[in-house]
């Protein structure tokens, strides 16, 4: 095994050594431990959130695969935001920042102490991009795992998921629903631990590392709770094996082709919009050339195949229950829209891998291709010239595909949401709401406390709602996000006023001001002043990239 401690042996072999062996052999290591391969298993464990409440005892699982294979196991916990608890406040700003700082801490301490390979475990939205990340930046042999989604709730008979309670919101604030309802609801919604159950962001991202090649097939979509993961999480241990014996890294996994594969698994699957910045992240961190144009033609020529929340019936334990993304992955690969040729982490192809999962009979998650909701995909790039470098919207295949109204324009989400609360915002409006980017919040908040009340209210299909922060996977409607450039740095939406006239055409891929001079106006345009001028988000603000180009933060 000495062989493959191609990083460990520079902290632990030697005499000069001693001092960092002396501080390990008296806390549960012996002098063995120190002479095989050492794993970092790399967890997200936070008791603010059911999302990663598992991590402590699936990193114990895996550390146990581990030493049945002659590896050391060494346990480091990163940090974790929920989207879902912080939605519609301040601390929203702190998700995607998180991304970066998850990201950072597991490559400082994997660099620091040395690690020859790597179990990342993920759950909630940023934790699963940024371990991706990590591991390509180190690009050591590594496996990410995630651990699992939350149970469908039951509300009166029917199926929920925590997208839902957003929108009971606005129908309470409509009349639609009682406040008694909204109690009812909210108690029977998220029924223990797992991420948030629909095709949201951490299942979207769930199912890219499969597709993509970092997680083995079959093991992410097993729900949190199901006792299939001990047995599962323990082989881990074969895999991280596997991978140190043959060398395999993310640069060898983390192709233009896997990436063309897993932006076609996001469009089939009607996956979150968050998808878009954490592929163009992740794609950055390996030097693979990939732009919001890249995926548009992916996504446009990928049919829509899964029946998932929030447009659809379906929340993610189900999916799996249907035979899981193998499944889909499947029938993409016989289409010839996904390419089962890449290399996965377990060594054997895409196809290989999706070869051993079976469909389940009767199933009607996933809709054969020769009877696809839509033939394009669920998510569509919208330029025009109120977005000349991109913007996304998720859109389900009933959804309107053209849009024209006045412009309400709000400079931050509470604004907004008040103004849907009392009921101010009407059929036909475009709702702006700028000042919300990578810099300009500093964080790009996702959105869900309003359009989940507009749809609560009735409105989702009958306004459209523009922004240059994100939306939560769990966001349904005409809702476009991520444009870019920003306000915050000059971009068209910071010229925009009340009443001016927005079309939003989405068979022509187009967004656009009737009538507006926008350089002229911009011409008196002075950028706001920073909300914060220390600390982390400061930092953020002085470093992050516009969202075309993933939100990443550079030096």
């Not at 609801?185 to 223990?192: D, F, K, N, V």
Request: glycine fraction near 12%; include cysteine.
């Amino acid at each position: 095994m000495t062989d493959l401690r191609r990083y460990s042996r520079t902290l632990y072999d030697g005499i000069d050594r001693a001092g960092a062996r002396s501080f390990l052999l008296n806390i549960g290591f012996s002098r063995e431990d120190l002479k095989q391969p050492v794993v970092g298993v790399a967890h997200s464990w936070i008791g603010t959130m059911p999302c990663n409440f598992n991590h402590r005892t699936l990193a114990a699982w895996a550390a146990e695969g581990l030493r049945e294979r002659g590896l050391t196991p060494m346990e480091l916990n990163t940090i974790a935001i929920s989207d879902g608890i912080t939605m519609g406040t301040e601390g929203m700003k702190a998700s995607l920042v998180s991304r970066e700082v998850i990201a950072d801490s597991i490559e400082l301490v994997a660099r620091g102490h040395y690690f020859d390979a790597l179990c990342c475990i993920t759950a909630c939205d940023k934790t699963v991009p940024a371990a991706a990340m990590a591991m390509a930046r180190l690009d050591r042999p590594a496996v990410l795992v995630y651990s699992g989604s939350i149970l469908e709730g039951s509300y009166r008979g029917r199926q929920v998921a925590v997208g839902e309670a957003y929108e009971a919101i606005g129908a309470v604030a409509a009349g639609r629903m009682t406040e008694t309802d909204l109690t009812e609801l909210e108690a029977h919604i998220c029924p223990g631990p797992g991420a948030c159950g629909g095709q949201y962001t951490a299942n979207t991202m769930s199912m890219v590392m499969e597709v993509i090649g970092l997680s083995p097939v079959g093991y992410n979509g097993v729900p949190a709770v199901d006792p299939a993961r001990e047995e599962l999480t323990r082989r881990l241990g074969d895999v991280v094996h596997n991978a140190l014996e043959n060398d395999i890294r993310p640069s060898q996994i983390l192709t233009r082709p896997a990436f063309e594969n897993a932006a076609a698994a996001v469009a089939a699957s009607g996956g979150s919009t968050n998808a878009v910045l954490h592929l163009l992240a992740l794609a950055r961190e390996v030097g693979v050339p990939l732009a919001m144009d890249d995926l548009e033609v992916i996504f446009k020529r990928t049919p829509l195949l899964c029946d998932l929340k929030p447009g659809g019936r379906y929340a993610a334990p189900q999916l799996h229950r249907a035979g899981g993304v193998a499944v889909m992955t499947k029938r993409l690969i016989e289409g010839g829209f996904v390419d089962g040729s890449v290399l996965t982490v377990t060594g054997r192809t895409l196809s290989q891998e999706c070869a051993q999962m079976e469909e389940t009979p009767g199933q009607d998650v996933i809709r054969p291709l020769s009877n696809p909701f839509s033939r394009e995909g669920g998510l569509v790039i919208l330029k025009g010239n109120l977005a000349p470098e991109g913007s996304v919207i998720k859109i389900a295949h009933h959804a309107p595909h053209h849009h024209r109204g006045p412009a309400r324009v709000f400079n931050r989400e509470e604004d907004a949401l008040a103004a849907v609360l009392g009921n101010h915002i009407v059929p036909g409006d475009v709702v702006v709401i700028r000042y919300e980017g990578p810099k300009g919040g500093p964080g790009m908040r996702e959105m869900l406390q309003v359009t989940g009340a507009l749809v609560g209210q009735g409105l989702g299909d009958k306004v459209c709602l523009i922004t240059d922060g994100r939306f939560s996977g769990a966001t349904q409607g005409q809702m476009i996000g991520h444009v870019a450039p920003e306000a915050a740095v000059g971009g068209p939406l910071a010229a925009l006023r009340d009443g001016d006239t927005i079309v939003v055409d989405i068979t022509g891929r187009r967004i656009d001001v009737e009538g507006v001079d926008l350089a002229e106006r911009l011409r008196d345009w002075s950028p706001p002043e920073a909300h914060y001028r220390s600390g982390v988000f400061a930092k953020y603000m002085a470093q992050v990239t516009s969202a075309s180009e993933g939100a990443v933060t550079l030096p």
